[in-house]
């Protein structure tokens, strides 16, 4: 299984499910974003049975990343800009043990 778009509706349905969601707040314009595209979808396809993983558009749902201060990087917990898959899956097994 492959990320999900999400949108605000999405957004709020997801969050008070059981498992955890895994969030990647990207733009088209970003490079950065389209860097690691591959990365995340691989560990949304290799991580599918314990979290779910989407993807905010932060140009068409502004809204949701301002709800999430994802400026600010604070979520329940976040990483900003990792560098590898590796780095993704650190995040997620650490977030996991909290």
Same mark, same amino acid.
């Given at each position: 299984?492959?990320?999900?778009?999400?949108?605000?509706?999405?957004?709020?349905?997801?969050?008070?499910?059981?498992?955890?969601?895994?969030?990647?707040?990207?733009?088209?314009?970003?490079?950065?974003?389209?860097?690691?595209?591959?990365?995340?979808?691989?560990?949304?396809?290799?991580?599918? /049975?314990?979290? *779910? @993983?989407?993807?905010?558009? +932060?140009?068409? #749902?502004?809204? $949701?990343? %301002? &709800?999430?201060?994802?400026?600010?990087?604070?979520?329940? /917990?976040?990483? *900003? @800009?990792?560098?590898?898959? +590796?780095?993704? #899956?650190?995040? $997620?097994? %650490? &977030?996991?043990?909290?």
């Amino acid at each position: 299984m492959t990320s999900i778009n999400i949108n605000k509706e999405k957004f709020g349905q997801l969050i008070h499910k059981e498992k955890p969601v895994l969030v990647d707040f990207w733009a088209p314009w970003c490079g950065y974003c389209r860097r690691i595209g591959a990365a995340y979808e691989k560990i949304s396809e290799e991580y599918s /049975d314990i979290l *779910v @993983a989407g993807k905010v558009n +932060i140009d068409e #749902e502004p809204q $949701i990343a %301002e &709800a999430e201060k994802i400026e600010y990087g604070k979520a329940i /917990d976040s990483i *900003v @800009a990792p560098e590898s898959k +590796i780095m993704i #899956e650190n995040f $997620i097994n %650490e &977030a996991l043990e909290k």
